[in-house]
Nanobody
Framework: QVQLVESGGGLVQAGGSLRLSCSASGLTFRNYGMGWFRQAPGKEREFVAAINWSDSNTYYADSVKGRFTISRDNAKNTAYLQMNSLKPEDTAVYYC?????????????????WGQGTQVTVSS
């Protein structure tokens, strides 16, 4: 049974930082591309960042480019999202997701497995 478990969310002031973690089990982690998505109240879930399984190339939404960094540690079966210079508009539930064997995947529907989400709240 595949499980993705996010952690590291919380309340932070604007300009602060948080590091989200996504711990994976039940799959061969190194063969999966990983993505982070977010959903704010009343809005659709949107792409934030992705990292390939094969070459660890990364992809970012324009809104977070230069502030967020996605990474992975295959030895720990964990993906990370380092979030710096946070803004109130970054407030959302953040989800990690996994998709098998493809590169450059930024589309929500292409991801097969999802975590339960972790709340990030940025106060002004």
């Amino acid at each position: 049974q595949v499980q993705l478990v996010e952690s590291g969310g919380g309340l932070v002031q604007a300009g602060g930082s948080l590091r989200l973690s996504c711990s994976a089990s039940g799959l061969t982690f190194r063969n999966y591309g990983m993505g982070w998505f977010r959903q704010a109240p009343g809005k659709e879930r949107e792409f934030v960042a992705a990292i390939n399984w094969s070459d660890s190339n990364t992809y970012y939404a324009d809104s977070v480019k230069g502030r967020f960094t996605i990474s992975r540690d295959n030895a720990k079966n964990t993906a990370y999202l380092q979030m710096n210079s946070l803004k109130p508009e970054d407030t959302a539930v953040y989800y990690c997701a996994a998709q098998f064997g493809r590169v450059g995947v930024t589309i929500l529907s292409e991801y097969r497995y999802w975590g339960q989400g972790t709340q990030v709240t940025v106060s002004s």
